[in-house]
């Protein structure tokens, strides 16, 4: 009779030992696709701030075509750049 008790006991805790185990390999198989949504957003959040870098160089250099450009010829390559950066930031933002 003990042993049967035993046996039983056994398989009860095998038994719940093996809904935890599925219970911890959904949880593992949701963060698995968590953890891939948010690289695929870090490398979007990415390329704005990229995008972003690349803009504010373009806005500096116009800017610094001043010393050696006539003005007139300049202002419009400047706020066209200053549009881009405004562009970019708003893409950073929306992106986070």
């Known amino acids: ?3 049967w008790l035993i046996m039983l006991l056994a398989c009860a805790l095998a038994s719940c030992g093996s809904s935890k185990v599925e219970e911890l390999e959904a949880q593992n198989e949701d963060l698995q696709a968590e953890v ?3 690289r695929a957003k870090l490398e979007e959040v990415d390329g704005h701030i990229s995008d972003l870098e690349s803009a504010q160089a373009d806005l500096s250099d116009a800017v610094g075509r001043f010393e050696t ?3 007139q010829d300049v202002v419009p390559d400047v706020r066209s750049a200053a549009d881009e950066v405004e562009s970019a ?8």
């Open 89 to 96: 930031t708003s893409d950073v933002r929306s992106a986070l």
């Open 1 to 3: 009779m003990r042993k």
């Open 69 to 71: 450009e006539n003005w």
């Open 36 to 38: 891939g949504s948010l």
